[in-house]
């Protein structure tokens, strides 16, 4: 294969060169977020698109790569800042990197057996995914959040996982202060002993 | 694993809560400049820092990523701009990607069979470094030339493949017009077919 170029415009949320692109719209994410009656509200004014991401899939071998970038607009449903639908890859073992490069975000981790960890990414902060969490990105502040990423190739997503326990454990919502704070989301039910069993069992 | 954030100061070429840092002086690099007495010259002034890489190893497990920063000093040795020793992956199918984060550069690529191929690097250009190319990093700039980079953590390096071959197939030198240029470099010896079959066979 022939090596390649491609350049990341940050403003845009674009990867020149690249070999795909999706966009989720507010419509793409129902069931995710927990005032129901702000989310109809806001799409009865329109179907914002609440990220969208532009991609690199050389191929899907094990052991190659896949890179690009997010970009998610700022935006809030009730107190609930905007977030990715989130997922788990399902070949377990596969970590992912994401890259700050404009905004301000948090990487939202959930492990299997329900433990929880938010961390701040800003311009240039790495945030590590390590194998078998959980994850979703969240814009918390009032401009675009543009991340670059990688991961690789084989990893897969599992984007149901989040769905079938009722949600992340914990909610981010607006503090009422300008910043942010994490709520327990009354329906998030813990994995079973087996639904965990079977995460681990993803590993290749 | 814990989840962790890392800090990339693009500025300093560093990376906050990584888990390595090397740097390669000049006297590291014997043999790599075509112009020796040039080179000797430059050592018997010192032996500055050529480049510097720190990076995050969380571990060498197939499926999983190593990530880092690279600053390379600018500066030539004769007419040959400061490069660094160059590898292709001891697990010759796994990719690279480099991601310009300042200056400007070229990303020397070089496949088993003597293909030559040179990708100019800025700012937010990534350059995906196919399986089975040989690489290696120039600084073409009078700035220090910085990049993030990320590949697979079973990638392994093979460094001496260059040095075999009497140097890669070109040397790239200042062309004396605030440029580069591309020459033969006469030192070089095409990969035997037994040699080019080795370096396929190394995929996992």
Same mark, same amino acid.
């Given at each position: 294969m022939e090596p390649l170029c491609l350049q990341v415009d940050v403003a845009k949320g674009t990867l020149a060169g690249g070999s795909g692109r999706y966009e989720k719209r507010l419509? /793409?994410?129902? *069931?995710?977020?927990? /005032?129901r009656q702000a989310f109809e509200a806001m799409l009865a004014e329109g179907d914002p698109v609440v990220y969208a991401v532009e991609d690199l899939?050389?191929?899907?071998?094990?052991g190659d790569m896949i890179f690009g970038v997010t970009r998610m607009r700022p935006g809030k449903i009730g107190a609930e800042f905007f977030v990715t639908r989130g997922h788990i890859h399902a070949t377990g073992n596969r970590p992912e990197i994401y890259y700050g490069e404009s905004g301000t975000g948090l990487m939202q981790l959930e492990s299997p057996a329900g433990e929880s960890r938010l961390i701040e990414i800003r311009p240039r902060s790495v945030c590590y995914v390590p194998p078998f969490w959980i994850h979703r990105s969240i814009n918390i502040g009032h401009d675009d959040l543009v991340m670059t990423f990688a991961y690789p190739?084989?990893? *897969?997503?599992?984007?149901d996982i989040i769905a079938r326990a009722g949600g992340m454990k914990q909610r981010v919502i607006?503090? *009422?202060?300008?910043g942010w704070t994490a709520i327990d989301n009354p329906t998030y039910r813990p994995r079973t002993a087996a639904e965990i069993e079977r995460v681990w069992s993803t590993a290749a």
């Open positions: 419509s /793409d994410l129902g *069931g995710i977020y927990a /005032d899939k050389p191929n899907t071998h094990p190739a084989d990893s *897969g997503q599992d984007y607006d503090n *009422g202060q300008g």
